[in-house]
């Protein structure tokens, strides 16, 4: 923590230096630097990131389902701080939140671009690693809750850097900052953001360098108006109409006991109304989602055309999950499954053949097999391991947990919550189908999800057996909850 904070007055100075005006960038095919190697050998690769989207809302998105016939599926992914802010830190850093220090989405959460530039290297992240091994670095899209929405932002060592800065979560339009100079959009967010995409694919493809390229869907997030109203995701007319008969419906939506689960939540469920499931949000969510599968359908096929597709690896996730009113509760940033379990799929060179994967793995595993993929060795002192290490030895990582954590934002009366000197309410691991969390209010919670699959039943004890799932993970909680660099990855013992 003190080295840290010894950085703040200087991750500072770079952020006030990263907003210098620059001239928007042409079309022309970017040309390297002649100090910067080529790796001519190395695949492209392209991330899609959705916004708030469900590991089962992946039923609906049939383009990204062929990507999984033919890639990889890894079914139990993990957005370890599962907020939108915390979660995009953990892609440029790998790290996570407790040490890339952004908790939450704004400065009173303990979160936003500010906190993240003050604790970390603007000039030490994602971007930079890919640049000195030769790639184009693009990231379209969301980025960071609270950026600089004046002309002339620019985040060091991108390529090319679209983003929006004004009216974010606006379906129907927004200011974006392209490289640097403000240009104001008028059409449906995804069609604005694709066009986007597949413009970087066509303009640096084919060619000898590779590159990387992020894309930051905002579906299926809420969407907001300029006075701060929040309403439904908006919705592209080809795609209305979805009949609700395709929902499925957890059976915790419906939980009434709740005397098992924390105060925080009891208190939640004696003073609001019981709700029922929220059809129409999730009908839109759905929809929402059918245009950014649109846009996986048009990247493939533009890849294709470009003769690329072979070359270059498509990994699509997202930042968080979503509750839909399971255990009485809606939004993200909770411990509970339907919040931090996130889709997970690979497709690509060393990423084939329709496998589905059950090992626990994290959004800042996905950093590092980035990092991999490009051909960069050194750690840069993040959390995460590759995925390739876990599809080569998948018997080992069946005994690795990952830590998750989370604080205060978008809890009922959040204020009334304890926190720890970070920012966090709580903390807790998953390893397989086991989840340990526990609270700064002193509650704890244990699920089994093989006996117990929508947690309706917290099976806590104070004094587990020796051996049992609860002891060995609580045991390594207990060693991990402020882990850094490879000590994240331990194993747990064998029984």
Request: aromatic share 8%; proline share 6%.
């Amino acid at each position: 923590m003190a080295g840290l904070r010894v950085l703040a007055a200087a991750g500072m100075a770079v952020l006030l230096g990263s907003v210098a005006l620059t001239a928007l960038a042409s079309r022309t095919k970017a040309v390297p630097s002649p100090t910067t190697p080529l790796a001519s050998n190395q695949p492209n690769i392209i991330v899609v990131l959705t916004d708030d989207m469900r590991a089962d809302e992946l039923r609906y998105l049939p383009a990204v389902r062929r990507l999984a016939h033919s890639g990889v599926t890894f079914t139990r992914a993990l957005s370890a701080d599962s907020l939108c802010c915390p979660a995009r830190a953990t892609l440029l850093t790998g790290k996570l939140a407790h040490n890339h220090l952004t908790i939450g989405n704004y400065a009173a959460s303990h979160g936003g671009y500010r906190v993240f530039a003050e604790h970390n290297d603007l000039e030490n992240l994602l971007p930079q690693w890919l640049d000195a091994r030769g790639y184009r670095t693009a990231w379209i899209g969301k980025y960071l809750n609270k950026i600089p929405s004046t002309d002339g932002f620019r985040q060091p060592d991108w390529s090319y850097l679209a983003v929006p800065v004004r009216r974010v979560y606006d379906y129907e339009g927004g200011t974006f900052s392209i490289n640097g100079r403000m240009k104001e959009q008028h059409r449906y967010r995804e069609v604005v953001t694709r066009r986007l995409l597949l413009s970087r694919v066509r303009d640096w493809s084919p060619g000898e360098q590779p590159y990387f390229v992020l894309y930051s869907a905002l579906a299926p997030h809420h969407s907001r108006t300029p006075h701060g109203g929040v309403g439904h995701p908006g919705v592209q007319r080809i795609h209305r109409g979805f009949h609700r008969s395709r929902l499925v419906v957890r059976p915790s939506v419906h939980e009434k006991d709740v005397r098992d689960k924390p105060a925080w939540v009891r208190r939640y469920a004696a003073t609001h109304h019981r709700h029922g499931y929220p059809w129409g949000l999730e009908t839109r969510r759905v929809e929402a989602l059918m245009s950014v599968n649109d846009t996986v359908r048009r990247l493939v096929r533009t890849l294709r055309n470009e003769h690329e597709l072979g070359r270059t690896v498509v990994v699509f996730v997202s930042d968080n999950g979503f509750l839909l009113r399971e255990h009485g509760l809606s939004d993200k940033n909770k411990a509970y499954e339907e919040s931090v379990h996130v889709p997970l799929v690979v497709r690509g060179p060393g990423f084939r053949g329709g496998s589905r994967v059950g090992q626990t793995v994290s959004l800042a595993d996905v950093t590092a097999t980035i990092r991999t993929i490009a051909g960069d060795t050194a750690t840069h002192g993040a959390d995460g391991v590759p995925l390739e290490d876990v599809l080569a030895e998948p018997r080992s990582f069946d005994r690795r947990p990952v830590e998750i954590e989370g604080s205060t934002a978008l809890y009922p009366k959040r204020t009334t919550l304890p926190t720890d000197s970070i920012g966090r309410f709580y903390t807790g691991a998953v390893w397989g189908p086991y989840t340990l969390v526990h609270y700064e209010t002193g509650d704890w919670e244990f699920y089994d999800r093989r006996v117990d699959p929508w947690q309706l039943r917290n099976s806590y004890t104070e004094h587990p057996e020796a051996g049992s799932p609860q002891a060995l993970l609580q045991r390594w909680y207990a060693g991990h909850v402020d882990c850094r660099g490879s000590r994240c990855n331990d194993l747990l013992p064998r029984r």
